[in-house]
């Protein structure tokens, strides 16, 4: 491992190419089921998709709608003409022996996104392009022989190319995950990393500060998780460089992420464009598209992450708050939907009882139905007319997302409403104050000694069972006194 000063005199430079499986029901070119996951090996296949003689594609036109809609979330023009070519291999899971892809007229043109980062700034990512193509199969290596499952073969793809403008194991994180923001949001992807839905290949070179020409990138394929990005592109960045002060040189090759060793290993020399021996692909009719399809299609596009964080940006709650609401898109929608319905104080309770019963790995699960925006309003508004505690709200949150009863029922079951008859409270107060063991906190308090009165309240409260309004209980405790 480098050192701080020897890492000090070097700069990393990423470039991502993320691969995204787009959600259509069929594969890209045959109509067999696009969902292999838990399907046995070799059960959703093709003729299409093996290339088998005699066997002509049919492109999935919803497949493009939703390149279409990516092309939106990445800021990005739509190609009006785009055309598929033959990228030539041989590889045990490529059946066809090519890949159907767009090298030359890509259906997505240059872009961008801007990806935050955690002390609230944001690095800009520009997009190069995004190109249709089609997965191969996936190959399970055991000691001394492997295995083909073409299941995936033909599977819908966009591979998303972007400039080489990260600097940062964070910001090649932050970027991976805003990028998997935009796609699930736009419903281009299910997301779902764990089955592969989106695959980040990490291209990373080190050159010292100030140098004008790029080092020899290493390409890390398929890491599938945003933590991994981040651990690859640290361990790359110490690998190469430790290589350099040895006085080797850098190779142009793929490698692969260890994840239980947390390393990077080499597995082949990086091919170039000229050796895939790329082709029109003349069985697949161009791609042409008019303004008004692509305006169309692009405005049944939802609201994106960046303008959620716009109009959230008055409601004054901090990133993680945020960062917890857009981990769910239907949270992010009910939280709008609030703000609009409700202003901007009661959008902002209701968003930190979002971020903290729901934020972690184990809150419950939610769906649309759970989510009654009324409901949530009018529990917001028990709080703010002193009806109930913000303790006692943020456990009926909970039960509302499980019950379909009203907050203010379920408040009546669960004995939670607060006391805000000033009679019953004053009299409450009037026992306490006359109680010996209050006598030190009621000395201190006339003393000058103001911080003593929570112990007074805490006293109430008790009494009171838990009833009793908090604040207008030290309102007559300072009356009093």
Not at 39 to 51: A, C, H, L, T, Y
Not at 193 to 212: E, P, Q, W
Not at 216 to 228: C, H, W
Not at 363 to 386: Q, W, Y
Request: proline share 4%; net charge negative.
């Amino acid at each position: 491992m480098a050192s701080a000063e020897t890492l000090a005199k070097y700069e990393m430079t990423i470039g991502i190419e993320c691969h995204v499986q787009l959600a259509t029901a069929t594969k890209l070119f045959s109509g067999a089921d696009n969902d292999a996951r838990d399907k046995s090996p070799n059960s959703v296949v093709s003729p299409i998709d093996f290339g088998l003689p005699g066997m002509l594609p049919v492109l999935n036109r919803h497949a493009v709608n939703l390149a279409i809609k990516a092309g939106k979330a990445l800021n990005a023009p739509i190609a009006r003409i785009s055309r598929f070519d033959r990228k030539h291999y041989f590889y045990p899971d490529l059946p066809k022996g090519y890949q159907t892809t767009q090298m030359y007229h890509p259906i997505i043109e240059a872009g961008y996104i801007d990806a935050p980062l955690e002390d609230g700034s944001s690095v800009r990512v520009r997009i190069h392009h995004a190109h249709m193509e089609e997965d191969a199969g996936k190959l399970t290596h055991f000691g001394d022989h492997s295995l083909v499952d073409l299941n995936r073969a033909g599977t819908p793809l966009i591979e998303i190319v972007s400039e080489p403008d990260i600097h940062s194991a964070e910001a090649a994180k932050a970027y991976a995950s805003e990028l998997h923001k935009l796609m699930t949001y736009a419903g281009v992807t299910h997301g779902d990393l764990y089955h592969g839905n989106m695959r980040f290949d990490v291209n990373l070179s080190v050159a010292l500060k100030g140098a004008t020409e790029l080092g020899t990138r290493a390409e890390v394929k398929n890491l599938n998780s945003f933590r991994s990005v981040e651990k690859a592109a640290e361990y790359e960045f110490n690998r190469q460089i430790d290589r350099l002060e040895s006085g080797e040189t850098i190779v142009q090759e793929t490698r692969g992420w260890d994840e239980a060793a947390q390393k990077t290993n080499s597995q082949r020399s990086k091919e170039d464009a000229q050796d895939y021996r790329y082709m029109p692909d003349a069985d697949i009719p161009p791609i042409v598209l008019t303004d008004e399809e692509v305006e169309r299609i692009q405005s049944e596009v939802p609201i994106l992450p960046p303008e959620y964080r716009s109009r959230w940006a008055g409601l004054g709650i901090d990133k993680s708050v945020t960062d917890s609401l857009l981990a769910n898109q239907l949270y992010a929608k009910t939280i709008t939907t609030i703000q609009q319905k409700a202003g901007d104080t009661t959008a902002k309770r209701i968003a930190h009882w979002f971020s903290s019963a729901l934020g972690g790995e184990d809150a419950p699960k939610v769906d649309e139905s759970m989510l009654r925006d009324d409901d949530l309003i009018a529990l917001a508004a028990m709080v703010d007319g002193n009806e109930l505690s913000s303790t006692a709200a943020k456990e009926i949150f909970v039960d509302v997302l499980s019950s379909s009863d009203s907050p203010r029922a379920i408040a009546e079951r669960k004995n939670m409403l607060q006391v805000s008859d000033e009679g019953a409270i004053a009299a409450i107060v009037d026992e306490v104050l006359a109680d010996p063991a209050s006598a030190k906190a009621v000395a201190d308090i006339k003393a000058g000694n103001d911080k003593v009165i929570g112990f007074l309240v805490g006293q109430i409260m008790k009494k009171s069972q838990g009833k009793a309004n908090p604040a207008l209980a030290q309102k007559l405790i300072r009356e009093r006194l």
